[in-house]
């Protein structure tokens, strides 16, 4: 269990030693047989084996699903303890367990919280959880403990587990529902997002768990249950993917910006995954070609080439040659047509129906766009080379300039995109120039605002918060003992004693790390996006606390493991998984069983965790070029290629972006290693036209002093964040009371025991300080 444990990063981990275990993987061969078995990986990480996955991305997973993980497996027994406890309780309220299917469970547990919330039982349910969270008892009780068990926070789970129900189905909306669910459903979001009964929203409080949790004062915290109530908070009340889509839409056409060129969620929807070569003819020609390059006399290469193609994070015996590796699996270097697809690739039933596609046209799946920086510099350039002068940042003068400039120009300004975080930043400029003309702006109290006014000042202690926890659940970390123990909620009493109890357990605290990663990227990747939506500077603020807390080798260190393992794991165990448990009579378990796990191609949760955190890496590192100069310091071109291979349409879109931003800083052997990934970059990334990422030749490119990027975009940061939320008489526009008299009256509140300790301050402050005339005469 020490290797189950959540922990500090291990610098040379290996993924899949816990697997071994569980019979998913072989275990690691003897020495001898080292290099026989690295070529056996190699064949068998060929692209004959992946097929395309048939994954839709959205907001969640299915409503089932969402409830079945809110249960570990080892929390399956209290079931029946919670059926005695309502026929001893509630016996003329109801029945328990009368339900004949499993979508019986799933209506009238959306019925019966309606029903709940109606009657006022939430507000109930929020004053016992305050109580809980307050009580020190409990807290000193469980620091007490040698080993923290689920018999430490049964209290808490069941308020928390009653109040998820709750939140989650009544967030759903459906089209059956009747028209008091929907007046329901509108209350209950604005009672989530605008504080009522206190001064801070419902988020807030899960936030406070988070944070009490981590910082040692409270270890028997349920961290899943909280997690993945405040993910769907967040959810419900700030709005899904689809709503910031139309937000986005209608906050353009309110500052009166033309619309989007297109619609991102169904262009990434629409897209296909790029197909590796599968004939024989094709992998009998790899198969030759690695067989010339074994004989190839050694080359030399630049320095940097070879700083970036080696793995940082495995040893020299478990590597493997990244240039020898693309030949293997034949990169991602084009597309199959459907029915060449369809005819070469093994079939395997698909878990979900098969998702509608809209053909495209020959040619990009993105419109480009131009930036007003990017013409200023064509212009800056084309100026000193024809005139030998410029014009600042004037780009409709062109007298002197050569006919074809003006025509790029032209074609630059027709595919230009102003976004609304430019519009923001240059009312921040103005407001910071003008304060008294332009007045105070005025702020729209969103339910985005509100949550962010309400997490300013603890901010940093809440990312760094979520990042020790998605550290302690990644499957590369080890455990340490300085770590902190995500497990408390998921640890029985009494520790398994055979090998069919021990792989049960190992199953269940391995999905509930799963689960944990995939709430901790699902909420950060929504805040990051409503935070940017609501005001660009929230959203850095936000972006600089989560680099400052090493959010970027994190996520390099999450990726650093065989990623097609991971989102093909097996840990579930379908017939303890709810509502199923609740209506079927459970079948005897056996280790068979247990280790084939369900039949679906992939698991959902994996891959919707690993799609969130390359979102999440890209929106760190976009436009940020010392960020970007992080990605190639921690060398992960290497490790972001290995995630290639799962071929998932959207997963590779945000992959190849990555790599895109860095190639420049690569070198040309690496590019000229690499055509494949840089034609598939071509292929699926959106063009910027005068953008030379390629070639190595951009103005961004030249030495660049990183850390005052940084300390710029702070500096702005935090005058965006002292005018906007802080008190208005620290302003230095506030009115001075200059009158001695006046001053000197006023009635200060001082603290109960000051005049136990007056003299003393009188001693310290007053009289042993020296008298500075100076200080007096110079401000005359």
Known sequence: MEEAAG???????????????????????????????????????????????????????????????????????ELSTNRRCFEEEFCPQGVFGDCESEGDVLHWSRHNSFLLYQLGTFNAFLELLSMEIDNSQACSSALRKPAISLADSTELRVLLSVMYLLVENIRVELETDPPEWKSCRETFRTELSFPMRSDEPFALLLFTMV????????????????????????????????????????????????????DSIQVMRSMRAASPPTCSIELAEQQQKRGHRSRRPLMKQDS????????????????????????????????????????????????????????????????????????????????????????????ETLIGLPRPIHESVKTLKQHKYISISDIQIKNEEELEKCPMSLGEEEVQETPCEVLYRAMLYNLPQYMIALLKILLAAAPTSKAKTDSINILADVLPEEMPITVLQSMKLGIDVNRHKEIIVKSISALLLLLLKHFKLNHIYQFEYVSQHLVFANCIPLILKFFNQNIMSYITAKNSISVLDYPHCTVHELPELTAESLEGGDNNQFCWRNLFSCINLLRILNKLTKWKHSRTMMLVVFKSAPILKRALKVKQAMMQLYVLKLLKIQTKYLGRQWRKSNMKTMSAIYQKVRHRMNDDWAYGNDIDARPWDFQAEECTLRASIEAFNSRRYDKPQDSEFAPVDNCLQSVLGQRLELPEDFHYSYELWLEREVFSQPIRWEELLRYQ
């Not at 495209?360 to 000193?384: C, T, Y």
Request: glycine share 10%.
């Open 7 to 77: 922990g500090a990063p291990n610098p040379n981990p290996n993924p899949n030693a816990g697997r071994a275990r569980m019979g998913q993987l072989p275990a690691q061969p003897p020495a001898k047989g080292r290099e026989l078995f690295r070529g056996q990986r190699k064949e068998s990480e060929g692209s004959v084996d992946f097929p395309t996955v048939e994954f839709e991305y959205g907001d969640t997973d299915s409503r089932g699903a969402e409830l079945a993980e809110l249960y570990s497996y080892t929390e399956e027994p």
């Open 211 to 262: 944070t009490k949790f981590c910082s040692g004062h409270a270890p028997h915290f349920p961290m899943k249950k909280v997690l993945l109530l405040l993910w769907k908070v967040l959810l419900f009340t700030l709005g899904g993917f689809e709503t910031l889509q139309t937000m986005k839409v209608r906050r353009r056409e309110e500052l009166g910006l033309p619309p989007l060129p297109e």
């Open 304 to 395: 940097l080439d070879i700083y970036n193609e080696r793995d940082p994070f495995k040893n020299d015996e478990t590597g493997v040659d990244e240039e020898e590796g693309d030949e293997v699996d034949g990169g991602i270097e084009g597309e199959l047509d459907l029915m060449e697809r369809d005819a070469l690739l093994p079939t395997i039933p698909a878990q979900r129906p098969p998702i509608e596609r809209v053909s495209f046209p020959k040619g990009l799946p993105w419109a480009p766009k131009v930036r007003q920086k990017d013409i200023e510099h064509f212009l800056e350039a084309s100026r000193n080379k024809f005139i030998g002068f410029t014009l600042g940042q004037d780009t």
